[in-house]
């Protein structure tokens, strides 16, 4: 698979170009399905994306009230907890937009792992019924320094995960459980879309991008939609040390 790779000036066209896609992206979605499902990822990235999608540009050409947001992964904290994923997105954007309080899905970090992991499984079943897996229609990711995303780190048990399409997943790189999707439920997606940006990511992008396939030391490199696209949507500071 050819990699889409996308390189803006700086992290605010970045972003902004972000917010393009996801608004391109929910208008095609509601017009041929009725509906728009993205997964939103965690970290510090997509903040600024986030934010803008909560601008007047958007709020008028997007139809939020059938938009369904879901996550790519959690931290096992309650939803008020600084390191939640869900709180970084409800503060940035859905406190702003009218998107329908039922139609967000929040992975519950404030429960037992596994115990969440079933439940957010058995959501996604019940919105993603008779389908071998939740085809969403977009997955947003980050890129860790260490080649992770999502919550698929380097030699973790979710990175075997071929049943689940949800699993808690215990980190002992950081020495705590996570939720996360798996890989091949992510691979299910119709667009799944990294966002990186800084300095400090360039060398990881690069071997994930242009090192051999080690998806092990790698984890990055599983995202290989089965039949939908993969866009790299990266800033130059990130991509400078592509060889393009
Ligand atoms: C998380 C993530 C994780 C994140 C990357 C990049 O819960 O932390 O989902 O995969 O996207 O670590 O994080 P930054 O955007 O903060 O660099």
Redesign the pocket.
Known sequence: MENDIRIFSEGSTLARSLADLVRDSAQNAVRERGRFAIGL???????QAFSLLAAPDYILTIPWHAMHVF?????CVPPDHP?S?YLMARQALLDHVPVPSEHIYRMQGELKPQIAAQSYEAILRQVFPHQNGATLDLIM?????DG?????FQGTSALQETRSWVVANHVPQLSTW?I?LTPACINRARHVVF????E??AGILASVLQESQQAIRYPAQLIRPDTGSLTWMVDQAAASNLHL
């Open positions: 990822s965690g970290g510090s990235t997509p903040r996550w790519g992964d959690e931290r390191e994923n990711l980050g890129l860790g320094y992770h995303t999502a919550s698929l996570r996360t966002l990186v940006s800084g400090s990511k």
